[in-house]
């Protein structure tokens, strides 16, 4: 098992760019989400699905879109890159029921300048 | 949002030291779950408490979670150079699926 995989690993935007981080988890998973770190901030939630064809808001959602048309992806779209969108960006899966106990991708660094 | 505060935030002890990271929050979580993250890595889940004054061993590691399933701790005995890291602690509360995560505890250990 690959386990959950993010892409790109590093990303160097613009202002006013557009992009989609990319998101897989192979563990059957129906619970997935995006956050983003920020030094000295933890982990804030961006959006989360709890299976295929449902999403909601977290914490800090605005910018952002996502969608989950199957049970494996979950990509994260920048519409319009600002440079307070600079993070390190998570993607993680879980079972929906009990917990939440999350599985972490490796993450992608995103500047934007 | 369901606030959850660490401290210290940072920690820097000498090999064979014992430590104690704290996790407090005014919120009462469902569980609470403890992770560890090393720099350039997605962070690695360590253990989830689920019931009040719940004890976890985990090798050296020792997690607890207060009778009122508000707060939690994380202590290391003895201490090695392998446990240096970003912990992290995470709550859920019971009736949503949004994870809230302190802003962590950077540890050092010096060998």
């Known amino acids: 098992n690959a386990g959950v995989t993010q892409t790109p690993k590093f990303q160097v935007l613009k202002t006013g760019q557009s992009m989609t981080l990319q998101c897989a988890q192979d563990?059957?998973?129906?619970?997935m989400s995006w956050y983003r770190q920020d030094p000295g901030m933890g982990l804030r939630l961006i959006h989360y699905?709890?299976?295929?064809?449902?999403?909601d808001q977290g914490e800090v959602p605005n910018g952002y879109n996502v969608s989950r048309s199957t049970t494996e992806d979950f990509p994260l779209r920048l519409l319009s890159a600002a440079p307070s969108q600079t993070s390190v960006y998570f993607c993680?899966?879980?079972?929906?029921?009990?917990?939440?106990?999350?599985?972490f991708g490796p993450g992608t660094r995103l500047t934007v300048t | 949002t369901q606030l959850l505060e660490q401290s210290p935030q940072f920690l820097s002890i000498q090999e064979g030291e014992n430590l104690t990271v704290y996790c407090n929050s005014s919120?009462?979580?469902?569980?609470l779950q403890w992770y560890r993250q090393e720099p350039g890595e997605g962070p690695v889940l360590l253990v989830t408490?689920?019931?009040?004054?719940e004890v976890k061993k985990l090798k050296r590691l020792t997690f607890q979670f207060g009778d009122a399933r508000k707060d939690s701790s994380l202590h290391i005995t003895a201490a090695q150079p392998g446990d240096t890291g970003l912990y992290l602690c995470?709550?859920?509360?019971?009736?949503?699926?949004?994870?809230?995560f302190g802003a962590g505890t950077t540890v050092t250990v010096r060998a």
């Open positions: 993680a899966s879980s079972h929906r029921t009990g917990p939440l106990e999350q599985y």
């Open positions: 563990m059957n998973h129906e619970y």
């Open positions: 699905s709890v299976g295929a064809g449902i999403t």
């Open positions: 919120s009462v979580f469902s569980s």
């Open positions: 408490v689920v019931t009040g004054g």
């Open positions: 995470a709550g859920a509360g019971s009736n949503d699926y949004k994870l809230s």
